[in-house]
């Protein structure tokens, strides 16, 4: 077994290379530096108000959230501005959002009428104005509005009074599915332009917007640097994972969070570790991606692959090779997807290059609501 101290400690463990972490950060900061455009990290793949604060550090202008359950974390953790990139649509959380608007700038997504309406209805009284992004949809089909759609939401916003049009997203997370570079920067230059042509429209109506705003971590470097788009919102790319890797966006040595492991059982035909679909996942990639090999990637091991996982026990063939692991020994597994991996635990080992120099916890784990 190697002798950093990571080795020594309980498992299943969350490993977090501080080192690796920074430098990924340090690159999406150079990027948007260099493009002048704005970083909005998506923090729902760290939960951490630390890393949130690092990113803010570095010169980010904010965060994007995907829950109103994020943004109070975020908001404790004094993160001053923080974009709900969901169309929220009960009243309920958008009395969680208003007792938040006392402490932080809070956005709020729109993606259609009725929702904008009902937003309007609940702020009318109250003499707020609410920051509004409207969400265009760039071929995820997921939430937002078509492109020639958003001249019809914008006016129909405009003619709310408590509501304030400030800017125009896309999530282009079909990058997932994509299967070579081309296809993803195809789908980088509709993202960019799905935002710009929407905007243009709405500006060409009177409407000016100020935010344009792109990227998931395939796309964000293409999209990120159309003229015009002024924002960038990548999540993963400070992690990364073997999703990130199998699509050609990152190599195993950019991959900052691993899962530790140990040993249980070795068998004549198979090794059991105790690292299963609780911590792991049997999530593999987003969107349709289909470039992952097993439940993660074994660091110390790449020979060996996850190939099963119940909740508690992870499951490895052997086929020709004779077991050189023995019960004891223990491994760094990189996850498909470390956004979901995150989630599962409540801390996070952090180490530099092996030795432990902290724990960081997961500030958010749990709080999709
Ligand atoms: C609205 C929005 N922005 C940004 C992101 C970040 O995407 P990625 O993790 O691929 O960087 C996501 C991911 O789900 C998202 O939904």
């Known amino acids: 077994m190697p002798s950093e101290n990571i080795y020594k400690l309980d498992t ?43 990113q803010m550090d570095k010169g980010a202008v904010g965060v994007t959230v995907a829950t109103v359950g994020e943004a109070e974390v975020m908001t404790r953790g004094g993160i001053p501005n923080i974009l709900i990139a969901y ?16 402490q932080a700038t ?20 109250k003499h707020v104005q609410v920051n509004v992004w409207m969400k265009v949809n760039s071929g995820l089909n997921r939430c937002g509005v078509e ?27 079909h990058s997932y599915a994509a299967t070579s570079q081309e296809e993803i920067e195809e789908i980088a230059k509709k993202e960019a332009e799905a935002v710009l042509t929407s905007s243009e429209l709405c500006e060409k109506a009177g409407i000016s917007i100020t935010h344009k705003s792109v990227g998931s971590t395939p796309t964000y470097q293409i999209s990120g640097a159309i003229e015009g788009i002024t924002e960038v919102r990548p999540g993963n790319a400070i992690f990364f994972d073997m999703v990130q890797v199998g699509l050609g966006v990152a190599h195993v040595e950019d991959c900052a969070l691993t899962v530790l492991s140990t040993v249980g059982s070795v068998k004549k035909d198979r090794i059991v570790i105790d690292a299963g679909s609780k911590t792991l996942h049997l999530d593999k990639g987003a969107h349709g991606n289909e470039s992952v090999m097993g439940h993660g990637y074994i660091k110390e091991y790449p020979h060996l692959t996850l190939e099963r996982l119940s909740e508690e026990h992870g499951v490895i063939p052997l086929k020709d090779e004779i077991p050189e692991l023995r019960v004891t020994d223990k491994m760094t597994i990189i996850p498909n997807h470390a956004c979901t991996v995150v989630n599962a635990f409540d801390t996070y080992t952090v180490h530099r290059n092996g030795e432990v120099i902290g724990v960081w916890d997961v500030h958010a784990r749990g709080r999709n609501d």
């Open 147 to 173: 492109a020639e759609e958003a001249v019809e939401l914008a006016t129909h916003i405009q003619t709310l009074a408590s509501l304030s049009l400030q800017g125009i997203f896309t999530h282009a997370g």
């Open 12 to 54: 299943p463990s969350l490993l977090l290379n501080l080192h690796t972490l920074e430098k990924n950060v340090d690159h999406i900061v150079r990027f948007a530096a260099s493009h002048g455009v704005n970083y909005r990290p998506h923090i729902k793949t760290h939960k951490s108000i630390d890393i949130a604060k690092m």
């Open 106 to 125: 809070i956005i709020l997504t729109v993606d259609s009428i009725e929702q904008a309406s009902l937003i309007d209805r609940y702020f009318k009284d």
């Open 87 to 102: 169309p929220i649509a009960t009243e309920t959380k958008l009395s969680r959002v208003e007792a938040l608007m006392t």
